[in-house]
């Protein structure tokens, strides 16, 4: 009765807008936070312009899409996986408004991922995402979507392995062109690895220059790496150590061993053990794996005028080990 009381305009946004299924999460509250009678049946309710644009509707939209996942009026397993999967990435709260926006963000988003291929990723906008819910998409919603995206472990299927990535590439890659750091960093990522997106160097390198010089530590300590390897940029041992030196200050221990790599190998730089070996005991003070084991190996060939001591080797060998570093074990 109530399927025929809406109009075929309606029923396309309840088909459409399908959000998570579960019946065990506990994210459902137990009282729904609308009437279905008076709701469902006001012209006005699924107008866009007069209801989506007020977030605090957006769990009742939400709640009531997830009603009809539930009841099987909607058959989409692969849909169905994925929205349970990224439930668990969630903290175990009640259904919100956040949680609602960042579900529609993502019903978006794998609209716009079935529909799109490989060579069509980097030319789609965000208005593919906002247009149909009148959402105000904000950067840090996009960049939660695609962080619970990349945070599951739990699907199974090919299917929803690749789609979620490519999700997750859309939704970081938006954030990112909003110059939220965060999701700049995340998207600089998967472009470096190729996950999800074709492997781009360059385009890496530039976004992680980019929120380096902003003051992000982890930003600065990859940029730093690739600067000494050469990707994506042109090798260069002096800008690596003045990031290094930045990311160093904002507490990235492992930038000690970097900066005594530089000086130790003599990349863009004068080779001087001496440097190093203050680089690596600095990187050892502060509990860096790599940096003892490097500390190690300068006390058994005695350079950078550390003495050539086979005990305090062995002493740096073991507090590597007992850090985690496995070459040391």
Request: hydrophobic content about 35%.
């Amino acid at each position: 009765m109530f399927r025929n009381t809406i109009t075929n305009t309606k029923r396309l946004l309840l088909d459409r807008a399908v959000i998570y299924e579960t019946c065990q999460s506990g994210f459902l509250p137990k009282r729904p936070y609308f009437s279905l009678k008076r709701n469902y049946c006001n012209p006005n309710y699924y107008n866009p312009n007069n209801v989506l644009k007020n977030r605090s509707n957006h769990c009742k939209i939400a709640c009531m899409i997830l009603k009809r996942h539930t009841s099987s009026e909607i058959n989409s397993p692969l849909r169905k996986e994925i929205y349970q999967s990224v439930l668990g990435t969630l903290p175990k709260t009640k259904f919100d408004s956040n949680n609602a926006d960042i579900f529609l963000i993502l019903h978006k988003l794998l609209d716009v991922a079935e529909n799109i291929t490989d060579a069509k990723l980097t030319d789609v906008s965000l208005d593919n995402i906002s247009s149909e819910f009148q959402l105000e998409v904000k950067a840090e919603e996009l960049n939660a979507c695609a962080s619970s995206l990349l945070g599951i472990s739990s699907l199974k299927s090919e299917d929803a392995k690749k789609m979620t990535l490519t999700c997750a590439v859309l939704a970081a890659k938006f954030a990112s062109n909003m110059d939220e750091h965060n999701a700049m960093y995340t998207y600089a990522g998967l472009l470096y690895n190729g996950l999800g997106v074709e492997k781009d160097h360059e385009a890496s390198a530039r976004l992680y220059k980019k929120i380096a010089q902003l003051g992000h530590p982890y930003a600065q300590l990859q940029f730093g790496l690739m600067c000494i390897r050469g990707e994506g940029v042109p090798q260069n041992g002096k800008i690596a150590l003045s990031v290094l030196e930045a990311a160093a200050r904002n507490k990235m221990i492992a930038a000690y061993n970097l900066m005594g790599t530089i000086y130790g190998q003599g990349i863009g730089v004068e080779v001087d053990h001496m440097k190093a070996a203050s680089m690596y005991k600095s990187g050892v003070e502060a509990n860096d794996p790599e940096s003892c084991h490097n500390c190690a190996i300068y006390h058994l060939q005695g350079l950078g005028g550390l003495d050539k001591d086979q005990n305090k080797a062995l002493e740096y060998f073991e507090k590597a080990a007992n850090l985690g570093f496995v070459s040391s074990q």
